[in-house]
């Protein structure tokens, strides 16, 4: 872990490369957030990375979104799959689907895709008990929303995501 006051001093390509990754294949935000040290803490690091992330363009946001996986893929089908990510799925067991929970999830991910271009987020850690059902439940609820409200919900689930990760890695 890093202390906060080493990420306060840390040279920019160190920053990215320590936390390029917490906003999934999209080192720019780090990159952003970067330029706001120094941190008064780790909200204030959460803050800013939330504030690059939604200060950037609209074909930014979606290229973001789109370099999300898609939840409950085949174990080692997904080659872009992060470490964090297969982690975050492991925990709410999405890489151990029943080939129903296989097929269920494929076809709300096709759905969704196909109704909005980008793949179905959620923070998986913050779900809880009965991961599976729940986040297959979000999703079909979710099928029914609109192209600007569900950006928006991808964006407030991975500043989320980010948050909890960020929370991994440092320490106030």
């Known amino acids: 872990m890093t202390t906060l006051a080493e990420v306060n001093t840390m040279p920019q390509a160190a920053f990215v490369e320590v936390f390029g990754g917490v906003y ?3 080192p720019w935000v780090a990159q952003k957030a970067a330029l706001s040290r120094p941190f008064a803490d780790l909200g204030a ?3 800013a990375f939330s504030a690059a992330m939604h200060g950037a363009g609209v074909a930014e946001q979606y290229a973001l979104v789109r370099a999300h996986p898609e939840l409950g893929h085949r174990l080692g089908v997904d080659a872009g799959l992060t470490a964090a990510s297969a982690q975050e ?3 709410a067991g999405l890489d151990r689907l029943t080939p129903e ?6 076809a709300l991910n096709d759905a969704y895709t196909q109704k909005f271009g980008m793949p179905f987020v959620i923070c998986v850690r913050k ?3 009965h991961a599976k059902e729940v986040i297959a439940q979000a999703m079909e ?3 029914a929303s609109t192209p600007q409200a569900e950006l928006a919900e991808a964006l407030h689930q991975i500043d989320a995501i980010a948050a909890l ?3 991994d890695k440092v320490v106030a």
């Open 24 to 26: 999934e294949h999209s």
């Open 127 to 129: 779900v809880g008990g």
């Open 101 to 106: 929970e296989y097929a269920r999830f494929r």
């Open 45 to 47: 690091m959460c803050q």
């Open 141 to 143: 609820r979710r099928l």
């Open 89 to 91: 799925q492991g925990g």
């Open 165 to 167: 990760r960020l929370h």
